[in-house]
């Protein structure tokens, strides 16, 4: 038995990160603390960074070789995104701040995707579930503590809405339609 590897794999990975981002919210307003899933989400997206850079350019027709991805350095750096908010934030709040998600959104859309809604979408929930996470962080926990949760959870849907439109899309380098 044989596993291949394709991009479709990183993007599914990508898309049951931005899931257990959910079920954690979900945990949080039910009072439970799943806190774990946020800790195997960072490892799910750093992984799908690293191997999304390490990942070659698709064989130009002629050529005995595959050309190196043009992108590597910025899934690179997608990825140490993740890693500096891992470091700052810990492990139960690395991926609810971070700008991993809107920097690889972006480098796909340089790919060639068209990905311009997510994106729009991602950036506008990102900003606003840091700012009520950081009203909570700075002791105005009332009514901004339920609002958090809830924005967190939005916010992975539209990890998750990105994530899956990576997925059943056609990569725009292998030729053909999308």
């Given amino acids: 038995m044989k596993f291949k ?9 990508l898309l049951a990160a931005a899931s257990l981002g959910m079920a954690d919210g979900i945990g949080m ?4 603390d799943l ?11 750093g992984l799908s960074a690293l191997f999304l850079a390490a990942e070659k350019a698709p064989a130009v027709p002629g050529e005995a070789h595959r050309a190196a991805n043009p992108h590597s350095g910025l899934y ?3 990825f140490l995104a993740a890693l500096v908010s891992y470091l700052a934030f810990g492990g139960a709040h690395a991926m ?6 809107p920097l690889l959104v972006f480098i796909e859309q ?3 995707f068209e990905l311009r809604q997510q994106w729009r979408l991602l950036l506008f929930s990102e900003i606003i579930h840091a700012l009520a996470f ?3 962080s700075f002791g105005k926990q009332g009514n901004f503590a339920t609002l958090a949760v809830v924005l967190w959870i939005l916010t992975s849907a539209a990890r998750g809405w990105a994530a899956l439109a990576l997925y059943r899309r056609r990569d725009p380098d292998a030729g053909g339609p999308q």
């Fill in 5 to 13: 590897f394709t991009r479709k794999t990183w993007y599914f990975m």
């Fill in 29 to 32: 307003l039910a009072g439970a």
């Fill in 35 to 45: 806190s774990f899933f946020e800790t195997v989400s960072f490892g799910l997206c």
């Fill in 76 to 78: 690179f750096a997608c």
């Fill in 96 to 101: 609810q701040l971070t700008v991993f998600w």
């Fill in 110 to 112: 340089k790919r060639g």
């Fill in 134 to 136: 950081c009203a909570v």
